[in-house]
């Protein structure tokens, strides 16, 4: 196992720990938990390109990471009534439509180049820093309502577009695509 996969791990250990002190009540120690999960974020995709250790497991092990963290606190700050329910259906909804899609593929047995979108890099910037803004107001006692609104509509346009373009994506590489294990057969014109 690489550094850098190792660290995608740790984020993944990370989810129940920030579960846990959300819901304990110990939010300064779940914002700071938040904050080094995201850290490591960074920390492993440079790390493996400086390292030169990209590999096959951690190219899927990054967006699982990601969205395991992002789905499970936008559930609970829904939860704990800290950001609207409404926004944490959505983003959990964007995130069910993409995994359909790839398992539409594989049923249907297509390849499916996995390759993010320049809008859904934008959405996890924006749900990081909602999450990160929303936790931060929660561990210091602060509210900040304007500024909360913007970023949670934001997030929201965000996501939607997100889930706008992978469903367009999707059905567009579905409908090029053949079968995995097909040959193309090419009829020569009858005589």
């Known amino acids: 196992m690489t550094i850098a996969n190792l660290i995608t791990m740790l984020r993944i250990l990370l989810v129940p720990v920030i579960i846990w002190a959300l819901l304990s009540g110990a939010t300064v120690f779940a914002f700071v938990a938040f904050l080094l999960a995201g850290l490591s974020d960074a920390v492993d995709g440079t790390v493996a390109r400086m390292l030169d250790q990209q590999t096959e497991l951690g190219t899927a092990l990054d967006p699982v990471a990601d969205k395991l963290m992002l789905v499970s606190v936008f559930v609970l700050l829904a939860w704990l009534d800290e950001i609207p329910l409404w926004l944490a259906i959505l983003v959990l ?63 929201a346009a965000l996501t939607a577009a997100s889930a706008i373009a992978y469903t367009v994506q999707g059905m567009r590489d579905l409908s090029a695509s053949e079968p995995v294990g097909e040959k193309q057969v090419t009829r020569r014109p009858a005589a």
């Open 93 to 155: 909804s964007r995130d069910v439509l993409i995994i359909a899609g790839f398992l539409l593929a594989f049923i249907l047995g297509r390849a499916v180049e996995i390759r993010p979108l320049m809008v859904s890099k934008a959405n996890t910037f924006a749900q990081i820093v909602l999450a990160a803004f929303v936790m931060g107001l929660l561990a210091f006692g602060l509210e900040m309502p304007i500024a909360t609104t913007i970023l949670v509509y934001t997030t």
